[in-house]
């Protein structure tokens, strides 16, 4: 049986709509030495798993979109928070910040060495799990939707303030 391999910027709104970066493109090797080249990516599968922490057991979303850009990997799904009390429970994780990371999980297809790293060049995507400790460490959740607090705080003291200033 083949391996699956495990690697991964990441956000997440009130919905649980996350948003990330899986493989940085550019950003050098994981810690063992992996280095994805842009293109190597299968990108076929549509609604790929969200796991936590690489567990088959522990699906908690779906990644509705996977694209390749520049920058890398980049990906948009949802946690399932109606279906999903662990779902519900790691959004929580993410938004305090105990949970930044994302690692993919995948199968090597083509691959060649250079010095002491592994560059693949082809690749099944099976899954991406949000992680504490991502492989590579600028796979990371990218932007949150998801205000939190001292932000939405900071928001309406500035509204307040500018209201203030127009009928003073």
Do not use: C
């Not at 694209?67 to 799904?77: A, D, I, K």
């Not at 590579?136 to 509204?159: C, D, G, M, W, Y």
């Amino acid at each position: 049986m083949d391996k699956i391999e495990v690697k991964a910027q990441l956000a997440i709104d009130e919905a649980g709509v996350i948003t990330g970066i899986a493989w940085p493109y550019g950003a050098g090797p994981d810690a063992v030495g992996d280095l994805i080249q842009k293109g190597a990516f299968n990108l076929a599968v549509s609604d790929l798993p969200m796991l936590f922490q690489h567990d088959p057991a522990d699906l908690i979303g779906t990644w509705e979109q996977v694209t390749e850009t520049e920058e890398g990997l980049s990906v948009r799904g949802r946690l399932h928070l109606a279906e999903s009390a662990r779902a519900r429970s790691v959004r929580g994780l993410v938004q305090g910040g105990l949970i930044s990371g994302l690692s993919i999980g995948f199968r090597t297809k083509e691959a060649a060495r250079q010095g002491g790293n592994r560059v693949i060049s082809k690749l099944d995507l099976f899954e991406i799990s949000l992680v504490r400790n991502p492989s590579h460490p600028k796979a990371r959740v990218t932007s949150a939707k998801n205000f939190n607090s001292a932000q939405a705080i900071a928001a309406a003291i500035t509204r307040a303030a500018a209201q203030i200033r127009k009928v003073a």
